[in-house]
């Protein structure tokens, strides 16, 4: 998978994020939770945006490790939601795998990205 191809299905996570958290009952809980998985969510690719454009390999790692940080953050309140029978959990489970391949994504560019710096 390129950059590009990257950019978008971190875009097309973001969307689906906001999509899923828009559902989410507006008690205070759900509000909380709606709140930090936008966050988290949309800083995946926004922060993979600006990792592409760092200016040089410690700049990229930096701001990699971000991005992994934002996208294991959003499996974490996806798992909460499900635990917490917030919503009915095969509507956020296909969220949840998406955000668990974009967390090991990052996680084996972040590693591979460390090596080659060495």
């Known amino acids: 998978m ?10 097309q996570f ?7 958290s828009a559902a989410l009952p507006r008690t205070p809980v759900g509000r909380v939770i709606a709140y930090q998985l936008v966050k988290s969510g949309t800083s ?13 390999k410690a700049d ?16 974490f309140w996806l798992e909460l939601i499900i635990a917490g029978e917030i919503l009915p ?14 967390t090991a994504i990052f996680a084996s560019s972040l590693k591979s990205a460390k090596l080659n710096a060495e």
């Open 14 to 20: 973001a969307l689906r994020v906001m999509a899923l």
């Open 44 to 56: 995946v690719g926004a922060n993979y945006r600006a990792a592409c454009r760092g200016k040089s």
């Open 60 to 75: 990229f790692i930096s701001k990699l490790g971000t991005v992994l940080e934002e996208a294991d953050e959003s499996a």
């Open 89 to 102: 959990a095969a509507r956020v489970q296909p969220l949840h795998e998406e955000a668990n391949e974009l």
């Open 2 to 11: 390129n950059s590009d191809e990257l950019k978008k299905r971190t875009q």
